[in-house]
């Protein structure tokens, strides 16, 4: 996976918008959807990109890949760095940001959530 096919992928999804919103880190480009954050990477590097898992399983899923690990400025127990190191087909990268999408959007109001749903 490139920049841009995950961009255009986390774009795809309904609800989503794309920023920089820390002043003193402008090269974190974030992924939002109804405002809040689902996914995040390096814009001019792209050497890994942050998401939110299962706390459940997070522990399970870091033992089976070597390629998601501790984030650095996210919690632990919900977030996980996934370093880009090709260790990991696009197919389960894509899945990965399916489940943080989805943990985002199911923690949203009701009303947020029809939103979503309206065409």
Known sequence: MNIESYRNYCLSKKGVTESTPFPKLQ???VFKVKGKMFTAT???TFEAFSIKCHPTTIEELRSQHDALQEPSYFSKK???KVIM???VSDALLFEWIDTSYDLVVK???K???L???TP
């Open 42 to 44: 390096e814009i001019s």
């Open 78 to 80: 919900h977030w996980c």
């Open 115 to 117: 939103e979503l749903e």
């Open 107 to 109: 923690n949203l109001t």
């Open 27 to 29: 090269d974190v480009l």
């Open 85 to 87: 190191d090709d260790s």
């Open 111 to 113: 009303k947020q959530r």
